[in-house]
């Protein structure tokens, strides 16, 4: 079976502490080694698009520079010429990349002869890639911060010199959209971005405090909507009580049912008749019995005079005769 890959047999400095072509440097003393070799990969060139190219064995600290020996992905489409570059002694540099900025300083005491932006004394990288020229365009510029925010050198230290490595074309875009003259210096411009990102972060404190606040007024108007609910459900359960549509059992299940629901509760009720006794119930019968369905005691109890009875004989003689055979002959 062919092998899927191969160990180059030298090593390669991944990264030391001296000041790199961008002007900031990375302090060997700060690297997190154990964070790279949990996942040691690299590319070609920092090509991520094109796959992992290899993976990194043997890496150690030695002295001031982080060495390692590359095990090359002969699968990958660019791993045999890419072996082949690195053997033949084409491909020597090693660059790290995506290096994750941990702490950083800007002291002066810090900075060596030539450096313009700042030390970074704390910091690991997520790949190391092999590439033509060491610290090329692809290799030392992207930086991040510990939540994998995309950092510049400007974020880093925001009135440095590096600023000037952007494209003038590009100062003068952002001079104008500060209202800034095209011939502001570097300095001024950096603290025009700098109190523009401390106005961003006050607003971002402000809208904080404000959804904060907000949060806390919900809360207690959830506790008032509740109390009220529980007040206007137990006015309700009262009334239904002393109307005699519910039963003391039933109130106490219905204050829990309905605990936080006092409109459905009220059209429940709304729909239940009140409690009428059977004795009740027979004397609004008898109050609302019509005359047709009168018996004779209820001609002479609603009708003492007797008039009704005498006009019953004349309009009525048969159901007359019934009246006075079941009053007098039943």
Known sequence: MTEK????????VLSDSSVNEYGFRLLTSGYQIDAFQKNPIGYYMHKREDGIVLKWEDLCVDDDKIVGTPVINLSNGRGVQTCDEAENGFL???SVGHIVVLEFS?????????QTGPTITKWYNKEC?????????????????????????????????????????????????????????????????KTIVGNVAKL?????????????LLEQLEVINKAKNKHEVGALLDRALE???ITVELRDKLANDYENNAEGLKGLLSAMPAYRSITELLKNKNELKGETQWVWDDYEKNDPSGKK??????????????????????
């Open 5 to 12: 890959f191969k160990k180059i047999e030298r090593q390669y």
């Open 92 to 94: 020597n540099a090693a």
């Open 106 to 114: 800007n002291e002066k005491e810090l900075m060596l002869p030539g």
């Open 129 to 193: 890639s092999l590439v033509d020229i060491p610290g090329n365009c692809n290799a030392l510029t992207r930086l991040y911060d510990a939540q994998e925010n995309e950092l510049n050198l400007v974020d880093l230290n925001i009135n440095q010199p590096i600023i000037k490595t952007l494209h003038q074309n590009v100062l003068n875009e952002i001079k104008e959209a500060l209202n800034l003259n095209s011939k502001t210096e570097d300095v001024e411009l950096g603290a025009a971005v």
């Open 204 to 216: 971002e404190l402000d809208n904080k405090a404000l959804m904060d606040e907000k949060n806390q």
């Open 243 to 245: 109307d005699g549509k």
């Open 309 to 330: 009875l005498k006009e019953l004989r004349a309009n009525d003689p048969v159901r007359y005769q019934e009246l006075f055979d079941g009053k007098f002959f039943s």
